[in-house]
């Protein structure tokens, strides 16, 4: 068995139970029922999938997969290629918005080179598992082999295992790639049947003509390369990423361990949706931290049964959604384990 194939077969049922004495407690608080609303459905399924009804979060991680697409070089983004390797040097000098939104929630920030075009040298803080330097044009061709994407899926998988090993409870998940949110639209539209424009959005901002190229090249990439639905591996491979398919990996290695995974925008949701293509038992260990601006993040959130905890109109990625969910459910958990009871507080009960 593959890594991945043995981390599937690993994941367990979240514990019902456990979310029931999590509500119980939650309806004793003093307050009337429900009154916090989701902030309280946050705190009774991160206790179930951890199955420990005195579970907190304490150290949060957002990890950040970044990769190259040669799918860039047929005009679908309004950022060059180099800006990539760019962000990242901009993550690990703490100056972009997933730095910035890690500080102020009090989570640990770990970005990954599992496909960038560059050489970094040794860089300090660059957690570096280079997978292959970017993937081929999908509108030419398979954006990587099977291999490569498995490799790739392998690689977030191990490191989850790592990051839990010390101390990781919560992950958030982001990612950098200029280009990623073609293969993103990609993916959805082969996956859902949904046709390319429908799922397809303007990403880093591009204008109408690029727009139209956008999906054409979608269609194209699509057409050339024929994937199976009913193959999420076969997908990932054809009109991918190498940061979708660590993403999906990552998820999968948290899902097995009882680590809760919160999706950020639309690239990291689809990373989502090809893990839960895989196997929908991870489904139960995914968060959805807010809508995209990308039309096609509704589409993914939707064949997942996920409903977003906000919209703030954000379609950054990086992470930065994932980092506010992140600490919303800690929120939620803080509620339920630091409020008072109707009995603590000799606060009168409602009569029933």
Avoid: W
């Avoid at 100056?95 to 560059?118: C, E, K, L, M, Q």
């Avoid at 397809?200 to 204008?207: K, L, M, Y």
């Avoid at 009109?239 to 993403?247: R, Y």
């Avoid at 995209?292 to 109109?313: K, T, Y």
């Amino acid at each position: 068995m593959s890594v991945i194939e043995k981390a599937i077969a690993a994941i367990p049922p979240v514990d019902e139970a456990l979310s029931e004495r999590a509500q119980q407690r939650l309806d004793s608080l003093t307050k009337p029922r429900g009154s916090l609303g989701r902030l309280e459905e946050f705190a009774r399924l991160y206790t179930a999938m951890r199955g420990d009804v005195q579970a907190r979060i304490r150290n949060k991680n957002v990890v950040v997969f970044a990769a190259d697409h040669g799918v860039v070089d047929e005009g679908v983004s309004a950022y060059p290629k180099d800006v990539t390797y760019q962000m990242v040097l901009n993550f690990l000098n703490g100056g972009a918005g997933i730095n910035v939104i890690s500080r102020h929630v009090d989570a640990r920030v770990t970005v990954v080179d599992i496909g960038v075009d560059h050489d970094f040298g040794d860089v300090p803080g660059l957690v570096v598992r280079k997978v292959a330097r970017g993937t081929s044009n999908m509108a030419r061709g398979p954006a990587m082999d099977r291999g490569v994407a498995l490799k790739a899926m392998e690689v977030g998988c191990e490191l989850a295992y790592e990051l839990i090993e010390q101390g990781a409870d919560i992950f958030g998940v982001g990612e950098m790639g200029i280009g990623n949110t073609t293969a993103s639209s990609a993916i959805t539209s082969v996956i859902t049947g949904r046709p390319a424009r429908e799922v397809t959005g303007r990403g880093t901002g591009i204008d109408d003509g690029s727009f139209l190229t956008k999906v054409r090249i979608i269609e194209k990439a699509i057409e050339t390369n024929r994937p199976d639905p009913r193959d999420a591996m076969d997908v990932l491979s054809k009109v991918g990423g190498l940061e979708i398919a660590g993403i999906a990996g990552l998820i999968i290695g948290a899902a097995s361990r009882r680590i809760p995974v919160v999706l950020d925008g639309f690239i990291s949701t689809v990373g989502g949706l090809a893990a839960y293509e895989l196997d929908r038992k991870v489904r139960q260990y995914l968060f959805a931290a807010h809508r995209s601006v990308e039309i096609g993040h509704a589409v993914a959130l939707e064949r997942m049964g996920l409903s977003p905890f906000v919209d703030l109109n954000l379609r950054l990625g990086e992470g930065t959604g994932a980092a506010i969910g992140m600490d919303l459910i800690d929120l939620g958990l803080k509620i339920m384990n630091e409020m008072a009871t109707f009995d603590e507080a000799g606060v009168s009960d409602r009569e029933e």
